[in-house]
């Protein structure tokens, strides 16, 4: 099984990156590929190490990161990762619900049939920008239970 770590800012020193390698460094990976996707850049070598040796590629499409600013620069490069590169499920971690939803939304357009979305934000002034992001992404999310 094909399994796609997706993150919505770079791969560097950050909690997401922490959370997810504290997992796989935990888990039985027998029988998965696990590879790791930032639309940024990686300037964590440990990280990457850790995913190599797990038999994991690490994929960096190099587009500018400008925190705060729109993140609709990834989309091209996104959509052409996904038509690329195929995964059977594709987990992505951000604290912006717009990364959040572009990457979720080239991925189920390029055939990824579980995509799993994980939120890493704790909003804490609501704006009516934040609202309006969180209407016009969340139709890009489907709940399960």
Do not use: W
Request: charged share 20%.
């Amino acid at each position: 099984m094909k399994i796609l770590e997706a993150f919505g800012e770079p791969i560097s020193y950050g909690g997401q990156e922490s959370f997810v390698v504290n997992l796989i460094q935990h888990m039985d990976l027998d029988g998965f590929q696990l590879d790791f996707l930032t639309p940024y850049y990686c300037n964590n070598n440990y990280y990457c190490n850790i995913a190599r040796n797990f038999g994991g590629k690490i994929y960096v499409l190099g587009e500018n990161f400008q925190p705060g600013k729109s993140r609709f620069n990834i989309n091209k490069g996104i959509n052409n990762f996904f038509k690329i590169n195929h995964y059977d499920v594709v987990h992505i971690h951000s604290g912006s619900i717009s990364i959040l939803g572009i990457i979720a939304y080239y991925a189920k357009k390029n055939g990824v049939k579980k995509v799993i979305v994980h939120s890493h934000s704790s909003i804490e002034k609501k704006s009516l920008r934040n609202f309006i992001l969180k209407i016009c992404c969340s139709v890009f999310f489907e709940k399960e239970c």
